[in-house]
T-cell receptor, first 113, second 113 residues
Framework: AQSVTQPDARVTVSEGASLQLRCKYSYSATPYLFWYVQYPRQGLQMLLKYYSGDPVVQGVNGFEAEFSKSDSSFHLRKASVHWSDSAVYFC???????????FGLGTRVSVFP | EAAVTQSPRSKVAVTGGKVTLSCHQTNNHDYMYWYRQDTGHGLRLIHYSYVADSTEKGDIPDGYKASRPSQENFSLILELASLSQTAVYFCASLGLGGRAEQFFGPGTRLTVL
């Protein structure tokens, strides 16, 4: 069965600092890969996705992610965070995205001024 | 703007009672999903649907039924609610092609006492 590991439950960063959130997946083939963000008391919003091609994908709000087949990873990055980036970030995968997503446990990001 | 709404937004139920959670989408999407989120954890897929009058089991279907009476509506039914079903439930819809993004509703917080 496919699985997703986000090793960091919580990350604290200062405003203006860079951010990297780690995600590793376990699956025999390259799945569809996603990053979602959940703001307090809201549903999830997709930041970016990867299907194939250029391993670095750009998303919304200055986020980007890099896929590594050799490492089975899909890490999320942002060069300079803002206080509004405080949220929970989920990595998700799917072999057939129409059949639903498998989510990691999430990483709670707190940005301090 | 794609929209997924859920009702109720919050509910308290008694153990052994019947609970129905409703989801409505105006995205004209064929695919709909129900996930549950437990405190501090990611989302897990309960049921999904490709088309009206048809539902499929997800990863954790036990104790839940689903109903898709129309393209726009997708319900999750707990025939005999249990304490372990206390969670936040999210509905999502997906339209193939384009960004292939699942759009999530705001969630329903269910507490079973």
């Amino acid at each position: 069965a496919q699985s997703v590991t986000q090793p960091d439950a919580r990350v604290t960063v200062s405003e203006g600092a860079s951010l990297q959130l780690r995600c590793k997946y376990s699956y025999s083939a390259t799945p569809y890969l996603f990053w979602y963000v959940q703001y307090p008391r809201q549903g999830l919003q997709m930041l970016l996705k990867y299907y194939s091609g250029d391993p670095v994908v750009q998303g919304v709000n200055g986020f980007e992610a890099e896929f590594s087949k050799s490492d089975s990873s899909f890490h999320l990055r942002k060069a300079s965070v803002h206080w509004s980036d405080s949220a929970v970030y989920f990595c998700a995968v799917s072999y057939n995205y129409a059949q639903g997503l498998t989510f990691g446990l999430g990483t709670r990001v707190s940005v301090f001024p | 703007e794609a929209a997924v709404t859920q009702s109720p937004r919050s509910k308290v139920a008694v153990t052994g009672g019947k609970v129905t959670l409703s989801c409505h989408q105006t995205n004209n999407h064929d695919y709909m999903y129900w996930y549950r989120q437990d405190t501090g954890h990611g989302l897990r897929l309960i049921h999904y649907s490709y088309v009206a009058d048809s539902t499929e089991k997800g990863d954790i279907p036990d104790g839940y039924k689903a109903s898709r009476p129309s393209q726009e509506n997708f319900s999750l039914i707990l025939e005999l609610a249990s304490l372990s079903q206390t969670a936040v439930y999210f509905c999502a819809s997906l339209g193939l092609g384009g960004r292939a993004e699942q759009f999530f509703g705001p969630g329903t917080r269910l507490t079973v006492l």
